[in-house]
């Protein structure tokens, strides 16, 4: 698989600090320093991916295995769509880990399983704003008991058309791939979909799994992120990042 050369200082993963406390949001707190920019480069990587899939008003945003910093990836690439002036939505559709509420600090855990669960509960109760103008969130709601049949529903695929058609971008942050089936049951109903791929943490053999479940749902793949967690050892200056289009071979 290929990647981009790597650089410095992304993000942290998926950690009990990031549960606990939320995911960074550099991007919207120092939005001059390097590592924010790392994030419109990434951002405008995934445009020009995007290019060939058409317009891309849906992105699910997920990884291989837990602790690959999809959530901090996510949260801050939301935060660069919005800066660009893109009515944007970040959807915490991690029923079982979420973090959104907690990193965009949003008290009322009114989201999307409420709204799944009950027929008569409106969209309007689970958007919630942000202190950027152009960034709403939807956080999770109560952790239910059957997260993948609440996303395999048909409100949820009614709930994702009309998300379209009020924002220009709809990110979704979900599990990871090779722990639950709740990524793919969304796949088919997404315009994009973008993997986090760990230098750190993600094995050769869950790279191929995840690769070859794509590759049989026929997925709308516009690139793979490398988030290199070594690089932290190494110079204690964060993560360090590619771009990979395509599925590639996993080599």
Do not use: C
Not at 43 to 67: C, M
Not at 122 to 129: F, P, V, Y
Not at 177 to 203: E, K, Y
């Amino acid at each position: 698989m290929a990647f981009f050369k790597k650089n410095k200082a992304l993000g942290d993963g998926l950690s009990a600090e990031t549960m606990t406390k939320g995911a960074r949001l550099i991007a919207a707190a120092e939005p001059k320093n390097p590592v924010s920019e790392q994030f419109r480069t990434l951002r405008t990587n995934i445009d020009f991916a995007s290019v060939a899939k058409g317009n891309v008003k849906t992105l699910l945003v997920s990884s291989a295995l837990p602790s690959e910093g999809k959530s901090t990836i996510t949260a801050n690439l939301a935060v660069v769509y919005a800066q660009q002036g893109k009515r944007v939505l970040l959807v915490d559709a991690d029923l079982r880990r979420p973090t959104v509420a907690i990193t965009f600090d949003v008290t009322d855990n009114h989201g999307l399983t409420n709204y799944l669960a009950d027929a008569h509960s409106e969209l309007g109760s689970i958007i919630h704003h942000t202190r950027m103008d152009t960034l709403d969130v939807i956080t999770s709601g109560p952790v239910p008991p059957n997260p993948a049949e609440l996303l395999a529903s048909a409100r949820m695929t009614t709930l994702i058309t009309q998300l379209r058609d009020h924002y220009d971008l709809v990110i979704f942050d979900v599990p990871p791939f090779l722990m639950v089936t709740d990524a793919q049951v969304l796949m088919s109903r997404m315009d994009g979909v973008a993997i986090v791929v760990s230098g750190g943490r993600t094995t050769k053999g869950a790279l191929q799994r995840t690769s070859e479940i794509l590759k049989i749902a026929e997925a709308p793949v516009v690139g793979f992120i490398y988030n290199d967690q070594d690089q932290k050892k190494k110079a204690g200056s964060g993560y360090g990042y590619g771009y990979g289009y395509g599925y590639g071979d996993a080599k």
